[in-house]
């Protein structure tokens, strides 16, 4: 569910399935996302693909996800999988491509980029790879990255790191970033606003410091409550009770009621909206302090 919230809007659900909601708008012309010359990319891909020795599927590939250094493919250099991006997007020379790859990974501190360029994946540690996969998307110039689950599998210096490149670039380059992730560590370091998912809908959606200094959610609270701090001891740490109900198998009423402490019968019989606060931001809870519907 959480991954149709965030590929829908740049078309990229499974052609059976239908976005109902007009797509948003991004951007200084304020396109709307996945209209974004979907044909024309589609047209420059088979092209570059006719002429280029990779697989077709890479070739074609004009989004990339973040959320798993596996992404990378095994089979070929890691500079022509870098290289097919910015000739895909950009229409660069192969000569002109692979000097952009050169330096973006110099950008992301790989150390010895030519070298690497010429490596294969299974030469590299998961921490370069995931590195390899942001240079990947950064090769074609976009304005917006999602960033889906970034850091899982990753150790915690790799993580600290990675957290690091995200930051600094979506900051030096103007880059909207979308981070999907449940580490709300990772949250509290890196985001400026955050809508905290459950089940597939917002529970809440407000500017982070709000959000982690006064929740208006319950499972905002919980979710808050789960992180380890210093000076716990050993049993303080609570998780939540009970379990994310499988897509389909919803509970009538707020998805969250059956893990929730304030649960109440209205709870159970009446989905709650999405409410503004008072002090910017939303969340849906029947007994959150919220303006009225
Ligand atoms: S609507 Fe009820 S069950 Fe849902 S989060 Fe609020 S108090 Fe809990």
Redesign the pocket.
């Given at each position: 569910m959480r991954n149709a919230m965030v590929q829908a809007p740049a078309s990229l659900i499974p052609f059976q399935f239908r976005t109902k909601a007009p797509a948003p708008h991004f951007g200084q012309n304020g396109q709307a996302m996945g209209m974004l010359d979907m044909r024309h990319r589609r047209r420059k891909a088979e092209d570059i693909a006719d002429k280029l020795p990779l697989d077709e599927s890479a070739a074609r590939q004009t989004t990339l996800r973040l959320d798993d250094h596996h992404q990378v493919g095994r089979i070929r250099h890691i500079g022509e999988q870098v290289d097919v991006v910015s000739r895909l997007h950009l229409g660069l020379s192969a000569q002109t491509a692979r000097l952009r790859t050169l330096d973006l990974l110099a950008q992301l501190r790989i150390p010895e980029p030519a070298a690497v360029a010429e490596a294969y994946p299974h030469q590299l540690s998961g921490g370069m790879k995931q590195r390899i996969v942001i240079a990947m998307a950064l090769a074609g110039e976009p304005d917006l990255i999602i960033a889906d689950e970034p850091t899982t599998a990753l150790d915690v210096t790799v993580q600290a790191q990675i957290i690091q490149i995200l930051t600094r670039l979506s900051r030096d380059r103007g880059l909207a970033l979308l981070l999907i992730t449940h580490d709300m560590g990772v949250v509290a370091q890196v985001c400026d606003r955050v809508a905290v998912l459950y089940a597939g809908r917002i529970a809440e959606e407000r500017a982070v410091d709000p959000l982690f200094a006064t929740p208006a959610?319950?499972?905002t609270t919980a979710l808050i409550d789960c992180i380890p701090r210093d000076g716990m001891t050993p049993g303080s740490l609570h998780g939540i009770p009970g379990a994310v109900p499988t897509s389909g198998r919803y509970p009538p009423g707020?998805r969250?009621?059956p893990r929730?402490a304030?649960?109440?019968d209205l709870?159970r019989q009446e989905r709650?909206l999405l409410r503004p606060l008072h002090h910017g931001g939303a969340v849906a809870?029947?007994?959150?302090n919220a303006e009225a519907p």
């Open positions: 959610h319950p499972y707020c969250f009621n929730c304030s649960a109440a709870c709650p809870c029947h007994f959150a």
